[in-house]
């Protein structure tokens, strides 16, 4: 007779989030995920938290027109903790390869990290440990204007 194995999700909320995300990572990465988390809410948009069994996540959603517009992931990771941008998901007009190769471009430059084409339809990541403060600066002007554009469209 084989055993069932019940695998209960509950869902995150912050301070579960950050509780294991500083159990496994380190000070920068933590700071990181908190600038990350404040800019989010700095600018009204709903948290949708996840509901790993393992591993928590964020998502900052922007609700616009009645449709919620992902943003983009953070992670307590595997091994290192990571910003997710989550393009296989994104809504008009960031559907469209133009707009999502726009996006890539501006985030590669804020970032220093490219992301080929192939990935444009998948759900890249960066590690949060490569961020430094004036790289946080500049990803958020880069969603900033992702917003903007999702506005105004």
Known sequence: MRKSVSYHKEVWDEDRFFS???????????????TMLQWAKDR???????????NGSF???LDW????????????????GHVEIPFAKFSAPFQQFEKKRELADRISRATG???????????????????SKKKLIDIFEVFDWYIKTIQES
């Open 20 to 34: 294991v995300f500083t159990q496994r990572k380190n000070e920068l990465e933590e700071d990181g995920a908190r």
């Open 113 to 131: 990290e490219q992301i080929p084409d192939d990935r444009l339809s998948r759900f890249p990541s960066v590690k949060l440990s490569a961020l």
């Open 65 to 80: 027109k009645s449709q919620a517009h992902n943003t983009f992931g953070v992670w307590t990771g595997w091994k290192n």
């Open 59 to 61: 998502y900052p959603m």
């Open 44 to 54: 009204g948009l709903r948290i949708w938290w996840g509901s790993g069994t393992k």
